[in-house]
C-alpha cells in the first residue's frame, strides 16, 4: 500500500513563492513516476508536472502553464518529492495534489494512488 501525505501550501502574493512536499510511504518509491496535479474550483483536476522515476533523479515533465515556474524534484533516500513554485499568479490557485503512477504519464487516470490535497491560493 501506497500512502502520499502533501505539505507546504499556503497564501502567498502575486510573485511569491512556495515549496510543496509529498512524503511517500512504501518500499518502492523510486519506481514510480510521481506527479503533481492541481484542481481549482468548478475545474478539472489537471497536471502540473511530473518525474520519472530513476536513481539519478528522473526525467521531468511540465504542464506548458507552469514550465520556467515551477520545478519538480525528488529525494529518493527520504521518498519525497518537492514541487517548486516561483512568479506565483492568482491562477495558480487550486488545491494541488501529489500522485503516485507506475509509468511516466500526464493523464490523471494513469495514477493509482493520491494524496489529500494542499490549498494553494495566490493573491492578486
Known amino acids: 500500500q501506497v500512502q502520499l501525505v502533501e505539505s507546504g501550501g499556503g497564501l502567498v502574493q502575486a510573485g511569491g513563492s512556495l515549496k510543496l512536499s509529498c512524503v511517500v510511504s512504501?518500499?518502492?518509491?523510486?519506481?514510480?513516476?510521481m506527479g503533481w496535479f492541481r484542481q481549482a474550483p468548478g475545474k478539472e483536476r489537471t497536471f502540473v508536472a511530473a518525474i520519472t522515476w530513476s536513481w539519478s533523479g528522473g526525467g521531468t515533465y511540465y504542464a506548458d502553464a507552469v514550465e520556467g515556474r515551477f520545478t519538480i524534484s525528488r529525494d529518493n533516500a527520504k521518498n519525497t518529492v518537492y514541487l517548486q513554485m516561483n512568479s506565483l499568479k492568482p491562477e495558480d490557485t487550486a488545491v494541488y495534489y501529489c500522485a503516485a503512477s507506475r509509468r511516466p504519464s500526464m493523464s490523471p487516470g494513469e495514477y493509482g494512488y493520491w494524496g489529500q490535497g494542499t490549498q494553494v491560493t495566490v493573491s492578486s
Open positions: 512504501g518500499r518502492t518509491f523510486s519506481s514510480y513516476t
